[in-house]
């Protein structure tokens, strides 16, 4: 199944971890027969709806908002790569999610470090999710991010957190030696003890740092980069921006923040890049080094010499209750915090009004609050509509919404009126909203791709642009540099349907040759179709897909 653009709302909303109500008894546990695979929409990588006698696969639930999730990512991708050859799958299964229109975004933004399956869940006849259900609250998982390990005969041979030892199970299940009955006697000897001593599951942190209150102390570790800060003076504005190496979106806003801070350097700014959660601190020197003249301000590593998460990402992002990076903390001539946000979501106006003195963080904060609230409930009001098929008030609401959000956000709405007019049967429209996007985005190889692919396989989207899905194909394939085996594969379906089936045979050969062995066969598939003549059918599970049969231009 391909990599689809989801047609809703692109923005994920912010809110707090949520753990998910613990069931009394624990139905589904290790040894037990792998439930039944009910993923929605696989956005990346083909679709699996069932196991394979004699593979390995790591199912794991996490969803965009959790942090844990995100700093487990990596290491999940480390272990696909390492054993992708020798016969491991591993789903990235998204689960309580807010949003489902946020994760796409999300897994493009993670690039190569989030190269394995991902799907959404299916809430169709299931509120919670159907994955969530049979998998999770099945097994008495409360929280996130949470992997199963499914052996080659199809059971459960272990369940736990992706970062506590998955990497040793995987290497064992794969080389056959891992015994999953002294696993789980293990796992009920530990439950057993838990239960004894009744401990009660620790209470999420109260949230003590805020706008408008005195920055805590810079507690760095070693700078590797630039001198020392190890106090707020008084005739400065400091930006104090929490990243790690693995951090995809960290790595987008680092050469932006560094214009900011060359910029306004001679005005008395301040920029320290305070690396948190990283998983080696001896990869950060060589990660600034590598980004030379992108990345000039100062680095810090975290103190862990008396706390294991890091001094300062204890007392600056746990106090504030921010949860994932990139964090940026803007701290005033007072020394009070003046703002706290993602670096690329208004900072700069943020720190240019702070330096001339005009920024009144207390009426701003109150702003942003008020702000937030009123974006949550247009949200709320925009699905209400998009369900109820009242076109109408949902396009009014994305205009309200439009006038809301900072202009970077306000631009991934293009989406869901593009799903609106497909609806209205407004066509024409719909395919000048993907265009502009197109114009947006064209260096962009991976939203080109989407965009191409969803012009051509979007049911209620009669005439097709064929032009347009071409050039956004073309142009994709330029930036992959024609190594990208789904960007072939959605060029070869667009030259199809233009008639020329030689030229599509040949792309479709080329992804195969450039697939991994676990897309091989679709792609053979779909390379058996071309040469009938025949425009093959989609994944029928995809409902925003087309998929009836076509004959091509001879």
């Known amino acids: 199944m391909k990599n689809v653009v989801t047609i809703c709302v692109m923005l994920a909303m912010a809110f707090p971890a949520f753990a998910k109500e613990k069931a009394d008894e624990s139905a589904l546990k290790i040894g037990d027969p792998a439930p039944k695979l009910q993923c929605g929409k696989f956005i990346q990588a083909d679709a699996v709806s069932k196991f394979a006698t004699g593979k390995v696969y790591v199912v794991e639930f996490w969803a965009t908002w959790c942090g844990p ?40 933004k993670m690039g190569d470090k989030m190269t394995y399956r991902v799907a959404l869940d299916d809430k169709s006849g299931e509120k919670e999710g159907a994955m969530a259900k049979s998998w999770m609250t099945a097994a008495g998982q409360d929280g ?32 056959d030696k891992f015994d999953w009955k002294k696993e789980a006697e293990l796992r009920a000897e530990k439950d057993k003890v838990a239960e004894k001593e009744n401990a009660p599951e620790p209470a999420a942190p109260e949230v003590t ?62 920029v320290i890049g ?28 975290d103190d862990k010499s008396k706390e294991e998460k890091g001094v300062m990402a204890a007392t600056w992002m746990a106090a504030a209750g921010q949860e994932g990076i990139p964090t ?15 670096p690329m979501m208004g900072l700069d106006s943020v720190v240019e009004a702070v330096l001339a003195g005009k920024y009144d963080a207390k009426a701003e904060e109150a702003k ?27 396009l009014k ?66 005439k097709p642009d064929m032009a347009m899905a071409e050039k956004f194909a073309a142009r994709a394939n330029e930036l992959a540099k024609g190594e990208s085996p789904a960007i072939l594969d959605t060029y070869a379906r667009v030259i199809f349907m233009k008639g020329d089936k030689d030229k599509a045979i040949e792309l479709e050969k080329k992804a195969i040759s450039l697939a991994e062995d676990d897309m091989k066969e679709d792609f053979k598939d779909t390379l058996d179709s071309y040469k009938k003549g025949v425009l093959p059918k989609l994944d029928e599970d995809d409902p925003d897909a087309a998929g009836p049969e076509e004959k091509a231009k001879k």
Request: net charge negative; charged share 30%; with cysteine.
């Open 368 to 394: 942003r609050v008020a702000n937030e609230k009123l974006q949550q409930e247009k949200f709320e009001k925009l699905e209400e509509a998009m369900e109820g098929k009242k076109w109408g008030d949902a």
């Open 69 to 108: 999730c995100r700093m487990s990512i990596p290491h999940l991708n480390e272990i696909w790569q390492k054993n992708k050859d020798k016969g491991l799958v591993v789903i990235g299964q998204d689960c309580w999610e807010r949003d489902d229109s946020a994760v796409a975004k999300f897994v493009e």
């Open 397 to 462: 609401i994305l205009d309200e919404l439009e006038k809301l959000l900072p202009s970077e956000e306000a631009a991934s709405l293009g989406m869901a009126r593009f799903q609106i007019y497909v609806e209205k049967k407004d066509g024409a429209t719909a395919q000048k909203i993907i265009g502009e996007l197109g114009k947006k985005k064209n260096d962009d190889q991976e939203v080109l791709n989407d965009l191409s692919w969803t012009l051509v396989t979007t049911k209620g989207l009669e």
């Open 328 to 342: 940026a903390f803007v701290v005033g001539r007072d020394g009070k915090i003046a703002w706290i946000g993602h």
């Open 144 to 175: 996130i991010p949470c992997a199963f390990v499914i052996g080659k005969d199809g059971r459960i041979v272990w369940i736990g957190h992706p970062m506590d030892g998955l990497a040793e199970v995987v290497d064992a299940v794969l080389s």
């Open 274 to 301: 305070q690396n948190a959660w990283e998983e080696n601190d001896c990869d950060v020197a060589k990660f600034v080094k590598k980004m030379g003249d992108k990345m000039t301000y100062r680095v810090a590593l």
């Open 209 to 270: 740092l805020h706008v408008c209150d005195p920055a805590p102390a810079l507690k760095c570790g070693k700078f590797v980069q630039g001198d020392p800060v190890t106090k707020f003076e008084t005739n400065k504005v400091y930006v104090v921006e929490f990243w790690a190496t693995w951090c995809g979106p960290c790595r987008e806003s680092i050469p932006h923040l560094n214009e900011l801070w060359k910029k306004n350097k001679d005005n008395g700014l301040v």
